[in-house]
């Protein structure tokens, strides 16, 4: 009877959660869209489309047979790899903002990294249960996932796309660290990972100064900090209540990607400070429901695939509002549920979709 009012509590955060952001969708795209498209509905009656495909999808993954989905994890990771390489090819690939992130699909963009990310999870979910004896030994235990989500997070780097490529890795390490790893091994990794970050970085002065603009945003206003400088003067224009539903000012085209990974600021803009605090406490309510309900799985395979699905959402989450607040530097990650986006929405509900459906083993 509990795991059945945890998980109903569950949906009901999740679902509450994709209607804020097809709200929010709609007062933040509403004016930019009637301008763009013709139709002042256009952004919202898509994002409406992608829940209904998630929420179909969602509930197959709900009912799919896992030991179905375990057997052929390797060769989701093998489609992965193939959809990756595809992004980068002439009339398959399409290009937006400097960045080839997405396969186009009969007028419909498809973000592979997001789906990806669903394949590795089940992928580390398999192999952790498979090399439990090993998983201690680095040779025989972390060298070959390390090195599938090392080519992962390459090929996601050359999109470009560092957010992603991070997010990938944060996942492959927490993961491992739940299935046991020696952590003298997992911290290994973190400051070989931290070097080539720090080389990557560093290497570019226009990343360079995204990474270090986050610490003091107002040295650049009008270059490298403008985005997180509007952000911040969103939020802070919304106060405590908010300036009201639609009421936003820097949503007509003073935030770059205002519907997509800086919606959290449109909302501190128009619900203000209250309108936030209920965000982030829903998330950290289906965190603390999920780890709940995550304890009453007995089978290693679903409470590894459960606990994959939930960092999924619970560290992009916290990674997007950390962004936007200038807690972390600038990356190119949405936030669960809310941000505009097929790729993004469905995948979460795919999410959702698989951790429920573990769950009931």
Known sequence: M?????????????????????????????????????DSEFYFKRQLLYFFIGFILSGFALLLDL????????VLILIGLVSLICVFLPHIGRQAGGAKRWLSLKGFNIQPSEFCKLFLILYYADYLCRKKNKIKDFKEGILAPLLITALYSFLIILEPDFGQAIFVFLIFLFMFYIGRAKFKHLLFIVLVGLIFFLIFSFSSQYRAKRLLVFLNPWKDPKGAGYQLVQAHLALGRGGLLGKGLGKSIHKLYYLPAAHTDFIFAIIGEELGFLGCSCVIFLYLLFFFYSLKLIKFIKDEFSYYLAWGCVLNLILQAQINMGVVL????????????????????????????????ASKN
């Open 67 to 74: 030991d179905f989905l375990r057997r052929y994890s390797k």
């Open 2 to 38: 509990q795991k059945k009012v945890l998980r109903v509590k569950i949906i009901l955060i999740a679902f509450t959660l994709i209607l804020l952001g097809i709200i929010m969708v709609y007062s933040t795209t509403s004016i930019s869209s009637w301008q763009i498209k013709g």
């Open 326 to 357: 200038g807690v972390l530097p600038t990356k190119g990650l949405p936030l669960p549920f809310v941000s505009y986006g097929g790729s993004s929405l469905i995948c979460s509900m795919l999410s959702l979709g698989l951790f429920l459906n």
